[in-house]
C-alpha cells in the first residue's frame, strides 16, 4: 500500500508539471511559485488546525534557509518545465538524488578519507554515470538552442538536493513534516510575491488563471502522498519509485504536448534513473536515513 502513495504522489507532481506547462504562457515562473506556494499555504494551515500542530518553532534560521535553496529549486525547475519537454525538465529535477550522492562523496574527500572513497568505488561510478546522463539529455537542448533552460533545469536538481539535506536536518531536531511544508509555502508565497514587484504581473480575472488552482492542491497532494509513503514504508522501495514521477511525465509529454525527443535524450534519461536507483540504494547503506524528498 505505501508502494501505491508513492506512485500516487509522482503522478501528483507529473500532472502539477503539466499545469504549470499549461500555465507558463500567461504567468511567469515567479507568479506560478507565488500562487503554488499561496494555496498550499491555506491547504496545510487547514491541515495542521485539524492535526493540532503548532506554528511555532524553535529552529527559524533553519526554516529560512531550507526556503531560499527551496524556492530558487522551484523557480528553476517551473522555469526549466516552461521551456523543455516535460520528460526533460522532470528528470533534471530528479538528479538531485545524484547530486546528494556527490555530496557524500565530496564530503569524504574534504575531511581526507580515501580509504572510505575506495569502498564508495559504486557510488562514484553511479555519479559519473548520472552526469554522463546529463550530458546526452543536454545534447538534444543544444540543437534545439535550449542549452540555458537545460541548465536551469540542472540547477534546479541541485539546489533540490540541498533542500532535501535541510528536510533531513529539520527532521532530527524534531520539527513535524508539515510545519516545514507550512513554511516552505510561506517562503515560495513572500518570495514570489515580492518578485512580482519587479517584473510583470498578469491579471487573475482570465480563463487560463484556473491553472494555478489545480498547481497548488497537486502539490499539496503530492507531498501529502509521498510523507505517507515514507512514513509508513520501506524507504529503498518508496525513494527509487519515486523515479515513476518521469515516466508519468514522458507520458504526458507525448500525448498532451507533441514532445519529441531523440534517441539519445531517450537514453540519456534512462541512465540518470538507473544512476539515481543505484545512487540510492547505495546512500542508504551510508546514511541510515536518507532524506524524503519534496517538490
Same mark, same amino acid.
Given at each position: *500500500?505505501?508502494?501505491?502513495? *508513492? /506512485?500516487?504522489?509522482?503522478?501528483?507532481?507529473?500532472?502539477?508539471?503539466?499545469?504549470?506547462?499549461?500555465?507558463?504562457?500567461?504567468?511567469?515562473? =515567479?507568479?506560478?511559485?507565488? #500562487?503554488?506556494?499561496?494555496?498550499?499555504?491555506?491547504?496545510?494551515?487547514?491541515?495542521?488546525?485539524?492535526?493540532? $500542530?503548532?506554528?511555532?518553532?524553535?529552529?527559524?534560521?533553519?526554516?529560512?534557509?531550507?526556503?531560499? $535553496?527551496?524556492? +530558487?529549486?522551484?523557480?528553476?525547475?517551473? #522555469?526549466?518545465?516552461?521551456?523543455?519537454?516535460?520528460?526533460?525538465?522532470?528528470?533534471?529535477?530528479?538528479? +538531485?538524488? $545524484?547530486? $546528494?550522492?556527490?555530496?557524500?562523496?565530496?564530503?569524504?574527500?574534504?575531511?581526507?578519507?580515501?580509504?572510505?572513497?575506495?569502498?564508495?568505488?559504486?557510488?562514484?561510478?553511479?555519479?559519473?554515470?548520472?552526469?554522463?546522463?546529463?550530458? *546526452?539529455?543536454?545534447?538534444?537542448?543544444?540543437?534545439?538552442?535550449? !542549452?540555458?533552460?537545460?541548465? /536551469?533545469?540542472?540547477?534546479?536538481? &541541485?539546489?533540490?538536493?540541498?533542500?532535501?539535506?535541510?528536510?533531513?536536518?529539520?527532521?532530527?531536531?524534531?520539527?513535524?513534516?508539515?510545519?516545514?511544508?507550512? #513554511?516552505?509555502? !510561506?517562503?515560495?508565497?513572500?518570495?514570489?510575491?515580492?518578485?512580482? &514587484?519587479?517584473?510583470? *504581473?498578469?491579471? =487573475?480575472?482570465?480563463?487560463?488563471?484556473?491553472?494555478?488552482?489545480?498547481?497548488?492542491?497537486?502539490?499539496? &497532494?503530492?507531498?501529502?502522498?509521498?510523507?505517507?509513503?515514507?512514513?509508513?514504508?520501506?524507504?529503498?522501495?518508496?525513494?527509487?519509485?519515486? #523515479?515513476?514521477?518521469?515516466?508519468?511525465?514522458?507520458?504526458?509529454?507525448?500525448?498532451?504536448?507533441?514532445?519529441?525527443?531523440?534517441?539519445?535524450?531517450?537514453?540519456?534519461?534512462?541512465?540518470?534513473?538507473?544512476?539515481?536507483?543505484?545512487?540510492?540504494?547505495?546512500?542508504?547503506?551510508? !546514511?541510515?536515513?536518507?532524506?524524503?524528498?519534496?517538490?
Amino acid at each position: *500500500m505505501q508502494a501505491a502513495w *508513492m /506512485i500516487a504522489a509522482s503522478l501528483f507532481f507529473a500532472l502539477m508539471s503539466v499545469c504549470i506547462k499549461y500555465a507558463s504562457p500567461y504567468f511567469g515562473p =515567479l507568479e506560478i511559485v507565488c #500562487y503554488r506556494g499561496a494555496i498550499g499555504m491555506v491547504f496545510l494551515w487547514i491541515m495542521m488546525r485539524s492535526r493540532q $500542530v503548532s506554528l511555532r518553532t524553535t529552529v527559524p534560521m533553519m526554516h529560512v534557509w531550507r526556503n531560499v $535553496v527551496g524556492v +530558487s529549486a522551484l523557480v528553476c525547475w517551473f #522555469y526549466a518545465i516552461a521551456h523543455l519537454p516535460l520528460a526533460t525538465a522532470m528528470t533534471l529535477n530528479y538528479m +538531485s538524488g $545524484v547530486w $546528494v550522492a556527490a555530496f557524500l562523496i565530496g564530503g569524504t574527500l574534504l575531511l581526507g578519507r580515501i580509504a572510505d572513497i575506495r569502498r564508495q568505488g559504486p557510488l562514484v561510478l553511479a555519479v559519473m554515470a548520472g552526469f554522463a546522463g546529463v550530458i *546526452m539529455m543536454l545534447r538534444p537542448t543544444l540543437e534545439q538552442n535550449q !542549452l540555458f533552460a537545460g541548465l /536551469i533545469g540542472l540547477m534546479s536538481g &541541485l539546489m533540490s538536493a540541498l533542500a532535501y539535506i535541510q528536510v533531513a536536518a529539520l527532521g532530527r531536531v524534531g520539527e513535524p513534516e508539515a510545519r516545514t511544508v507550512f #513554511y516552505f509555502s !510561506l517562503g515560495a508565497t513572500l518570495a514570489g510575491g515580492i518578485g512580482m &514587484l519587479f517584473f510583470e *504581473m498578469h491579471p =487573475l480575472n482570465t480563463v487560463q488563471a484556473l491553472w494555478l488552482l489545480p498547481i497548488g492542491i497537486l502539490a499539496a &497532494l503530492g507531498q501529502l502522498s509521498m510523507t505517507r509513503a515514507y512514513t509508513r514504508g520501506a524507504t529503498m522501495v518508496v525513494a527509487n519509485l519515486q #523515479y515513476s514521477g518521469i515516466i508519468f511525465a514522458a507520458l504526458f509529454g507525448l500525448l498532451l504536448f507533441g514532445d519529441r525527443m531523440p534517441l539519445i535524450g531517450w537514453a540519456g534519461m534512462a541512465t540518470i534513473i538507473a544512476s539515481g536507483m543505484t545512487a540510492t540504494f547505495l546512500r542508504a547503506r551510508a !546514511l541510515p536515513n536518507p532524506p524524503a524528498e519534496s517538490h
